[in-house]
């Protein structure tokens, strides 16, 4: 089924895994993120694509064995700008071949090899993906985007950034997901500014439960997300024990998402970064709370 079909009728739950790391290629360990996760009933999960890494590939695998072995949705997360038309044809088709009816369509970040050439590239942004695909494939796919609460770290400023997202949604991504933010009022102020442009489409908030200091730190820089002060507070008190570092992450983004559904939020995307015990945790202490989001 297309996620634009499920979020007609109801708010979203869901979750983001990544293919397994390492030196054999071997990714067996998802199969039992993907059990527990499935004990929760989410609307849809997500699989991430390591563009030009090691793991491309696994994702059409992993996305496949979500759809026709767990029969819970499964979406195909594909970057462009590494690619060709003809190479992104192929994976469409494979993840055609596989039933896989959802696709989230991204630019991906610039490679880092000094090679690289933009002159050389056969996509530039998200958007050219959107239309290449609803071109080659026409109704087969239900395209997303990617959208930042905190601006991408290329854009020029807040409006330019929400200009290229009208864009991209207009070549067909039919609801969005966000970056991580770890303050909701970034949140608040993307969808308020987006509604006023005319993105009518859902914006699923993307939230991260922290798990140690290390990452956190790593990831915020890396997707140029802030660290509240409340937030950075009880990391400098907390950063050189692991458990209470978890028991903050998990209720941080347990209290980030009551806030979010207690204002209609359009859905809830968890990167469990494959730790299922914590998107159980965050499930265990709200049950009553993620039913508001129409949620069995
Ligand atoms: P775009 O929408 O193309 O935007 C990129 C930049 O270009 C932005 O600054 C935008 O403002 C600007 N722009 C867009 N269109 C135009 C235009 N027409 N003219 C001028 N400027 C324009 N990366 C991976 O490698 N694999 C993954 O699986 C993955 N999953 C992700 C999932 C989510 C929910 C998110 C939020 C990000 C994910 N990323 C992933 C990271 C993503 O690839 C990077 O953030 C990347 O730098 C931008 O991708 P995009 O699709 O948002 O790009």
Known sequence: MKISEILKHKSTISFEVFPP???????????????????????????T?????????????????????????????????????QEILETCQQ?????????????GDYPKDP??????????????????ITQKFPNNFCLSGACYPE?????????????????????????LITQIFFDNNYYYRLVKEARKIGIGVPIIAGIMPITNSKSLLRTAK?????????????????????DAMKEIGINYATHQIIDLITNGVDGIHIYTMNKPEIAQRIFDSIPTVLKELNHD
């Open 95 to 107: 993840l055609k071949d596989n039933h896989i009816e959802n696709i989230l369509a991204l630019r």
């Open 21 to 47: 790391k390492n030196k054999d290629g071997d990714i067996s360990s998802i199969y039992y993120t993907i059990d527990e996760l499935s004990k929760l009933n989410p609307d849809f999960i997500s699989v």
């Open 222 to 242: 890396m997707c140029g997300t802030s660290i509240p002060y409340e937030l950075s507070t009880m990391i400098e008190n907390y950063y050189h024990y692991p």
């Open 49 to 85: 694509y390591g563009a030009g890494g090691s793991t491309k590939g696994k994702t059409v695998e992993i996305a496949s064995t979500i759809k026709n072995k767990y029969q819970i949705e499964s979406v195909a997360h594909l970057t462009c700008i590494s690619s060709t038309k």
């Open 115 to 132: 090679l690289f050439n933009k002159e050389d590239l056969e996509f530039h942004y998200a958007k050219e993906l959107n239309e290449f």
């Open 151 to 175: 601006v991408h770290q290329e854009a020029a400023c807040f409006e330019d950034d929400l200009k290229s997202l009208k864009a991209k949604v207009d070549a067909g991504a039919e609801y």
